[in-house]
């Protein structure tokens, strides 16, 4: 295991997620918010824009993926080593539209060795499942941010 700073569990999660989010152009761009992050769990929001309608004027699947993998990736390096996706799958189960505010919550099933198991819930604000996301995680070597910057 590496070496560890100071910061430890929920202000070490804050940490690493600030500075993933400044060079997270995609999430940027889509306009998603990092509304709470721990160790192993994460939470966004993102608005569905018009410009993310496809042509049934429903969300294209491809925004709602991309905000659960989003969430999974923040949930799943946390503790500041480079993590990456191994597998993802998700299962649309209700459509959103322009306007709805999604929430992705994404949370740790089980972690071992160099790999994970992560679950990812999107949904409506007012509640409405939208997709479930379950993502498979790869540990590889280095750090996500430089703890020893200021931030």
Request: hydrophobic share 40%; with cysteine; proline share 2%.
């Amino acid at each position: 295991m590496q070496e560890r700073t100071s910061l430890e569990g929920a202000a070490l999660a804050e940490r690493v997620a600030r500075g993933m989010y400044a060079k997270d152009r995609a999430s940027q761009t889509m306009g998603m918010e990092l509304l709470a992050v721990g160790p192993g769990y994460a939470r966004l929001a993102m608005r569905v824009r018009p410009d993310m309608l496809n042509g049934h004027a429903i969300c294209h699947g491809g925004h709602i993926f991309t905000l659960a993998d989003s969430a999974f990736a923040f949930a799943c390096n946390w503790d500041n080593t480079v993590t990456v996706a191994l597998a993802c799958h998700i299962t649309f189960v209700a459509p959103a539209y322009e306007n709805d505010r999604l929430i992705a919550e994404a949370r740790e099933v089980s972690r071992a060795g160099r790999t994970g198991v992560y679950d990812v819930t999107v949904s409506r604000e007012d509640g409405t499942l939208i997709a479930v996301f379950r993502g498979n995680s790869y540990r590889t070597r280095g750090e996500v941010v430089d703890l020893g910057e200021q931030g």
